[in-house]
């Protein structure tokens, strides 16, 4: 009767079968929305005596009646505006339709979980595609060191050639299997575009190499875990010159050729080699930015394709739980 008597309308309308629902179910229009001259607090007022909850309904009439007294007098109402959360009903909602519900939240975390996984995808398959890249490579610079040593170094000493470390010194010398392998690293690493780069690294150097012993703590791990797992890669994943890159160390162990020169050789810091030691590391330092790049752009569509699918089948099921129940009335 409030209602009428503020709106000039029946807060539901219909045959006797959609009011009875309407009652049970249905929140009324608010009546500032058909009369914004209504006062604030009377609306308040209207719809706490009119809620669907026992638990927001005034107990009694008497209190109905205290906080229309407050209002006439201007004494702050006790009754406070039903909040925009409760309005959405979405509990209530739940409640009468729970199939609807369980689509629309299957959807919501299925979605989420995709969306998800789908971006860790690109971490997943840049970093294995930098695996399996790194251990090509350091493949490649074994066999090329192996083909260097037995094919070269062996041949021209036979002749008379001297191979050492200061070769760029001595005129028609050569440079050792160590030296070749690091110097092309640093060639490597001042012409490469991509900005790979390898080294090859000791804990126990020659004197005359002031640079060729680790330099930070990755370095420094690598050689510990490859003396004791020198049949394991070491590898990680971190930023390195201010670019995401995967660092990937293998052990250089002693063939049975460099150890006369090591062990007999006075530059040396180490004269007990044994065959078999691990002597080095060989390092390759990978910047995977461009690949992050390159990946990010081919699963732009993918992704874009998922998310137009997730947010259809979200609006598909908030139709279902918002509109298929009224049309039910």
Same mark, same amino acid.
Not at 183 to 189: A, D, F, N, R
């Given at each position: 009767?409030?209602?009428?008597?503020?709106?000039?309308?029946r807060?539901?309308?219909?045959?006797?079968?959609?009011?009875?629902?309407?009652v049970?179910?249905?929140?009324?229009?608010?009546?500032?929305q058909?009369? %914004?001259?209504?006062?604030? %607090?009377?609306?308040?007022?209207c !719809?706490?005596?009119?809620?669907k909850?026992?638990?927001?309904?005034?107990?009694? +009439?008497?209190?109905l009646?205290?906080d229309?007294?407050?209002?006439?007098? @201007?004494?702050?109402?006790? +009754?406070?505006?039903?909040?925009?959360?409760?309005?959405?009903?979405?509990?209530?909602w739940?409640?009468?339709?729970p199939?609807?519900?369980?689509? !629309?939240?299957?959807?919501?975390l299925?979605?989420?979980?995709?969306?998800?996984?789908?971006?860790? #995808?690109?971490?997943?398959?840049?970093?294995?595609?930098? !695996?399996?890249?790194?251990?090509?490579?350091?493949?490649?610079?074994?066999?090329?060191?192996?083909l *260097?040593?037995?094919?070269?170094?062996?041949?021209v000493?036979?002749?008379?050639?001297?191979?050492?470390?200061?070769?760029?010194?001595?005129?028609?010398?050569?440079?050792?299997?160590?030296?070749?392998t690091i110097?092309?690293?640093?060639?490597i690493?001042?012409?490469?575009?991509?900005?790979?780069?390898?080294?090859l *690294?000791?804990?126990?150097?020659?004197?005359?190499?002031? %640079? @060729?012993?680790?330099?930070?703590?990755?370095?420094?791990?690598?050689l +510990?875990?490859?003396?004791?797992?020198?049949?394991?890669?070491?590898?990680?994943?971190?930023?390195?010159?201010g670019?995401?890159?995967?660092?990937?160390?293998?052990a250089?162990?002693?063939?049975?050729?460099c150890? @006369?020169?090591?062990?007999?050789?006075?530059?040396?810091?180490?004269? /007990?080699?044994?065959?078999?030691?691990?002597?080095?590391?060989?390092e390759?330092?990978?910047?995977?930015?461009? /690949?992050i790049?390159?990946?990010?752009? @081919?699963?732009?569509?993918?992704?874009? #394709?998922?998310?137009?699918?997730?947010?259809? !089948?979200?609006?598909?099921?908030?139709?279902?739980?918002?509109?298929?129940p009224?049309? #039910?009335?």
């Amino acid at each position: 009767m409030l209602y009428e008597l503020l709106t000039g309308e029946r807060p539901f309308r219909g045959n006797r079968r959609m009011l009875i629902l309407q009652v049970l179910e249905d929140e009324p229009r608010p009546p500032r929305q058909l009369n %914004d001259k209504i006062p604030r %607090d009377l609306e308040t007022i209207c !719809l706490k005596a009119m809620a669907k909850s026992h638990a927001r309904r005034y107990p009694s +009439a008497r209190e109905l009646a205290d906080d229309l007294a407050r209002h006439l007098s @201007g004494e702050p109402i006790r +009754a406070r505006p039903i909040g925009r959360i409760e309005r959405l009903r979405l509990r209530h909602w739940c409640r009468r339709n729970p199939v609807a519900a369980s689509i !629309l939240i299957a959807v919501s975390l299925g979605s989420g979980v995709g969306l998800w996984h789908l971006s860790r #995808l690109t971490q997943q398959l840049v970093q294995s595609t930098a !695996l399996e890249g790194a251990a090509q490579q350091a493949e490649m610079l074994d066999i090329v060191n192996a083909l *260097y040593t037995s094919q070269v170094v062996e041949r021209v000493q036979s002749h008379g050639i001297v191979v050492t470390h200061d070769y760029a010194r001595k005129s028609g010398a050569i440079p050792l299997p160590a030296t070749f392998t690091i110097e092309s690293g640093q060639l490597i690493g001042e012409r490469s575009k991509t900005g790979m780069l390898f080294r090859l *690294y000791s804990d126990t150097p020659f004197r005359s190499r002031q %640079d @060729g012993g680790p330099r930070d703590d990755f370095e420094r791990v690598a050689l +510990a875990d490859l003396r004791r797992r020198p049949d394991t890669p070491f590898s990680r994943f971190e930023v390195f010159q201010g670019r995401p890159s995967l660092r990937y160390a293998t052990a250089r162990r002693m063939q049975a050729d460099c150890i @006369g020169c090591h062990n007999n050789d006075s530059n040396s810091t180490r004269r /007990d080699w044994k065959v078999r030691d691990v002597g080095g590391v060989l390092e390759i330092i990978r910047p995977l930015d461009r /690949d992050i790049a390159r990946t990010h752009e @081919g699963l732009r569509g993918t992704f874009l #394709l998922m998310a137009a699918v997730s947010g259809a !089948l979200l609006g598909l099921s908030g139709l279902v739980l918002v509109v298929w129940p009224r049309r #039910l009335k």
